[in-house]
């Protein structure tokens, strides 16, 4: 099976900041990466899928890279309305699998 | 709009059984794939188990470890999806996510909407 592992497990940054999160699969796993939000006492919210592509609605202070192990997740211009928790998931084959999740906090 | 809500979710005792469901509106259901994803007291999200859609005649995939006790079904007369859960134990206690994974051309089906969950406690 394929493992996720992202990194850091949580970071705290200033309001404006740039935060890069790391996702890496244990096995390649082409371009097949998915972002979630997921905001504390709600349910998750895509963000990305295909390594980079924005969910319909999802603005543009978020971007996704990489592909086959390593990826990552941007935010720009870090806002309050972005503190979350962030997890990667593969949905390469099966069984899908979720990242450990990365918290993000202000500073 | 895709609307997914669950219900079902409640306190069970260890070694009883649930059903939860998952009623979807606002696309066509049998188009698409459906998971269930679950989240123990403050941990990460654990993905369960996939019903595909009608072109994959609806087959079902598992987590290794929730294959011999969860079962996924769906039934898309009246476009719900359910999940099955034998022998609970205290750490199936989680909130239980039903998510869409849409299927288009050209890209690998991916959740895109998820409800708002539903908890199960296991406990005496």
């Known amino acids: 099976d394929i493992q996720m592992t992202q990194s850091p497990s949580s970071l705290s940054a200033s309001v404006g900041d740039r935060v890069i999160i790391t996702c890496r699969a244990s096995?390649?796993?082409?371009?097949?990466l998915a972002w979630f939000q997921q905001k504390p006492g709600k349910a998750p919210k895509s963000l990305i899928y295909?390594?980079?592509n924005l969910e319909s609605g999802v603005p543009s202070k978020f971007s996704g890279s990489g592909f086959d192990r390593e990826f990552t997740l941007t935010i720009n211009n870090l806002q309050p309305e972005d503190i979350a928790t962030y997890y990667c998931?593969?949905?390469?084959?099966?069984?899908?699998?979720f990242g450990g999740g990365t918290k993000v906090e202000i500073k | 709009e895709v609307q997914l809500v669950e219900s079902g979710g409640g306190l069970v005792q260890p070694g009883g059984s649930l059903r939860l469901s998952c009623a979807a509106s606002?696309?066509?259901?049998?188009?698409?794939?459906m998971d269930w994803v679950r989240q123990a007291p403050g941990k990460g999200l654990e993905w369960i188990g996939r019903?595909?859609?009608?072109?994959?005649?609806?087959?079902?995939q598992y987590a290794a470890s929730m294959r011999d006790r969860f079962t996924v079904s769906r039934d898309n007369s009246i476009n719900s999806f359910y999940l099955q859960m034998d022998n609970l134990k205290a750490d199936d206690t989680a909130v239980y996510y039903c998510?869409?994974?849409?299927?288009?051309?050209?890209?690998?089906?991916?959740?895109?909407?998820w409800g708002q969950g539903t908890l199960v406690t296991v406990s005496s």
């Open positions: 096995q390649g796993i082409n371009i097949w």
């Open positions: 998510a869409r994974a849409y299927y288009g051309s050209g890209t690998w089906p991916r959740i895109d909407s």
């Open positions: 019903s595909r859609n009608r072109i994959h005649n609806f087959d079902t």
């Open positions: 295909a390594t980079s």
């Open positions: 998931q593969h949905y390469a084959e099966y069984p899908l699998a």
């Open positions: 606002g696309f066509t259901f049998s188009d698409h794939y």
